[in-house]
């Protein structure tokens, strides 16, 4: 007979999803779906107005560009499979499949808190020593600062994917979550998970800590910056040119406090409750963000505002 715990070869996993609330299903695939169709509407057009606009062929822009980008791909990563599993009864998904999206989904998320902190440092030249920022921000600066951030993003998912992937699983194969997420499948591990909770907290530090360190301390240069100019109006100017990139920051950051930071429920009886909310905000977080970006930039920044309406002026006028 065999033993409970004993382990043997997963050719691929169960995403459990919203199986057990079917009535759900349905109106979750319309409103994901309505929010993956405006992220990739709206960062396509952050896309394309910064590189057929030569107004925002700039340091910033760029990088709003790159994280137009990445924020397609993170979604693209693991919406289409979400939207799937609502439809399929039985979503599985191959183990190199699991492997694949799960990479993609850490590489793009920690690409992304470096790539926050690259713009914080723009704007903290742009403003706190603008005669230096030519020189500071040149193409020769940022074009590497914006591949470094995608280089380090790639490293630490191919350690956390490795690690996770390498573990003997039991044989139960069935992921409580939407996605391959990494803390559901560590769930599955047969064996001591000690390496990775101690690879996934170094990493926590290096690509959220630190950067929210570093964005913080270059805002608090650049607000008492700002507070030292005379008018009125040059204060507002200033604060307008980081004030897209500070709400983006605050959205971004404020969403992971809330999905970690929130207690968690004591009632055992509320437990199904407490799991379903947390595979929920895990959901939205991943949509949410990515599609408020590309509205943030385009109400909040006059260069957008401007480029976006250029760039529906020339299709009309071509019509």
């Given at each position: 007979m065999d033993r409970p715990n004993e382990t043997s070869p997963v050719s691929g996993f169960i995403l459990l999803g919203l199986s057990a609330?079917?009535?759900?299903?349905?109106?979750?695939?319309?409103?994901?779906?309505?929010?993956?169709?405006?992220?990739?509407?709206?960062?396509?057009?952050?896309?394309?107005?910064?590189?057929?606009?030569?107004?925002?062929?700039?340091?910033?822009?760029?990088?709003?560009?790159?994280?137009?980008?990445?924020?397609?791909?993170?979604?693209?990563?693991?919406?289409?499979?979400?939207?799937?599993?609502?439809?399929?009864?039985?979503?599985?998904?191959?183990?190199?499949?699991?492997?694949v999206q799960m990479f993609l989904s850490l590489a793009m998320g920690a690409t992304e808190c470096v790539l926050l902190g690259m713009m914080a440092f723009d704007r903290y030249v742009a403003i706190c020593n603008p005669l230096r920022y030519p020189v500071v921000m040149s193409k020769a600066a940022y074009v590497p600062m914006a591949i470094s951030s995608w280089v380090a993003g790639s490293i630490t998912a191919t350690v956390q994917t490795s690690l996770a992937m390498r573990l003997p699983f039991c044989g139960d194969n069935v992921i409580n979550h939407f996605t391959c997420e990494i803390l559901a499948i560590l769930k599955l591990a047969c064996a001591d998970?000690?390496?990775?909770?101690?690879?996934?907290?170094?990493?926590?530090?290096?690509?959220?800590?630190?950067?929210?360190?570093?964005?913080?301390?270059?805002?608090?240069?650049?607000?008492?910056?700002?507070?030292?100019?005379?008018?009125?109006?040059?204060?507002?100017?200033?604060?307008?040119?980081?004030?897209?990139?500070?709400?983006?920051?605050?959205?971004?950051?404020?969403?992971?406090l809330f999905m970690y930071g929130k207690p968690k429920s004591k009632d055992p009886l509320g437990a199904d409750k407490q799991d379903l909310a947390d595979k929920l905000i895990s959901l939205f977080y991943g949509v949410l963000t990515p599609m408020l970006n590309p509205i943030i930039y385009s109400l909040r920044n006059k260069d957008v505002k401007v480029a976006v309406r250029n760039l529906v002026t020339k299709k009309h006028v071509k019509q």
């Open positions: 609330h079917p009535k759900l299903e349905k109106t979750f695939f319309v409103l994901i779906l309505s929010m993956y169709l405006v992220i990739l509407l709206g960062n396509g057009v952050l896309i394309l107005v910064t590189i057929l606009d030569t107004h925002l062929h700039t340091p910033m822009y760029f990088f709003l560009g790159n994280l137009s980008f990445l924020d397609i791909c993170y979604t693209t990563s693991s919406v289409p499979l979400v939207l799937d599993g609502f439809l399929t009864p039985r979503k599985t998904i191959s183990f190199s499949g699991c492997a998970i000690s390496i990775n909770v101690i690879s996934m907290g170094v990493a926590n530090v290096i690509f959220l800590g630190v950067p929210v360190l570093f964005i913080f301390v270059s805002y608090i240069f650049i607000l008492t910056t700002i507070l030292r100019i005379p008018s009125a109006e040059g204060r507002r100017k200033a604060f307008s040119t980081c004030s897209a990139h500070l709400t983006v920051v605050i959205v971004f950051y404020g969403t992971i």
